[in-house]
């Protein structure tokens, strides 16, 4: 956890460099047992597995006897998702070594990637009754006691990781990310539980993160805010502080403020929030300071912001500028023609009419840049088709691509919608038959949720009422 030493550091890419040029020049090179870990250790954390790969060939030949190389090639193959092999290096560990704490963390990291129920709690106990001074045994612990809603062994084991280590106050406010998306009284209790570790241990600052963060995430801005003040009180150069009291108050909608903290960070950070201004104008209704930050959030890096067109077209047209929007996406999709939402926002702002050669130019682009999965485009253009009186356009795409596999299970509402559109009652209610023969449940999906109103037609309601006759519900 506790970071190298920038002089611990180089000494190990040193000889992460030694042992690759020994490899690329076909060299013998002597490494004992703890180089060989701390070189694994290295390419690991790197990414680098070919080298990897290599270290771990020499060192289990070399050092058959030394448990922590095989729990390093375990973590080689977790890196690749290979869990069966990782699972098998800790059984042999367990199987042919006396214990060592380390494997009983391994065998716990290991079982929650893979989401295996084991008793953790029961395994990090044996890992800590052979070594009480790994930090991680404690750090895991805090989080099986967080999981179990035990207050006070996780605040106590939380204290005694960060009295180990002091760089584990950085992952404990990083586990309050595991139970972020709980519903209460989870949210309230990851409240109490920080708040418990701050009157502990009052000088941490990434504490009072977690605890503004815990805040957050049960919509408490304020106290949101005072967690992070009281972060900057012990480290005002923490940028991460800024975003977060910006956050707080855009939730709270005092935008003039939000705007305020991002621009320290804006500044002093390295890193732009032009996006999260742009957002903050626009609540103020100060389009022209909005549209110049989207912009720059655009022209900051096109190819990973086009996400930002939504933004930018929601200024233009709540502005009633409709032939910029259409030019500024037309512009983009010109370098982007991959670009589905820019693809998306351009059909919501052409004719169907007296733009139909471009809408339908737009949907076959747009369906032969998708490499599989055609569905979310379908459904989106089926809808727009439809609300837009233009039926034609969505019957011609859908009969060109019927037989994609895809689209095998709502093909047939979506025709069954166009036809009906069209007027062509009986046509549409063939395919709907069809549709709920294949699969009933995507009715409310593909049908209803897009046109309620096609229920209170006597053949439709008989169709729906004969295979799915507890189906007559929107979702």
Known sequence: MEPFEDSEYQEIMELARKFQDAVDNGRSVYFDSSDMQDIITFFLEDNDMYYCEKA????????????????LRSKYFTIQNKFAEAEKELDYVEANFAPIPELYIEKVILAHICNKKINAIELLNKSLSLDNDIPETYLLLTHEYLMDENMDLAVSHAIRAIQLDKYAADDIKSIFIDFSDKKEPKGQ?????????????????????GLGLAYINVNDYAHAIEAFQLQLSIDDQDMAAYVNIAESYFGMEEYSKAIEYFTIANENSGIPFYTEMGRCYFKLGDYENAMHYFLRAYEEDRA??????????????????????????????????????????????????????????????????????????????????????????????????IDDPSLSDSIHYFLALLFIKKNQIELGCEHLEQAMMIDAQWLSADFLNIAPELQDIPAVSYIINRYSPDSLTVN
């Open 56 to 71: 771990l060939q020499y060192a289990t030949k070399s050092f058959p006897e030394d448990p922590y190389i095989r729990l």
């Open 189 to 209: 209790f990851l409240v109490g539980f920080f708040k418990k570790l701050t009157e502990e241990m009052p000088l941490f600052g990434s504490l009072w993160s």
């Open 304 to 401: 990973f912001n086009t996400y930002m067109n939504p933004d930018i077209i929601r200024v233009f047209k709540i502005q009633g500028r409709f032939d910029e929007a259409r030019a500024f996406l037309r512009a983009h999709l010109q370098h982007f023609p991959q670009d589905f939402v820019a693809i998306e926002c351009l059909l919501d702002l052409l004719n169907p009419e007296s733009d139909a050669e471009e809408v339908k130019e737009l949907c076959y682009t747009a369906i032969n840049m998708m490499d599989s999965d055609l569905y979310q485009f379908f459904s989106f253009i089926v809808q727009y088709c439809y609300i837009n009186n233009c039926p034609d356009l969505g019957v011609e795409l859908c009969e060109n691509y």
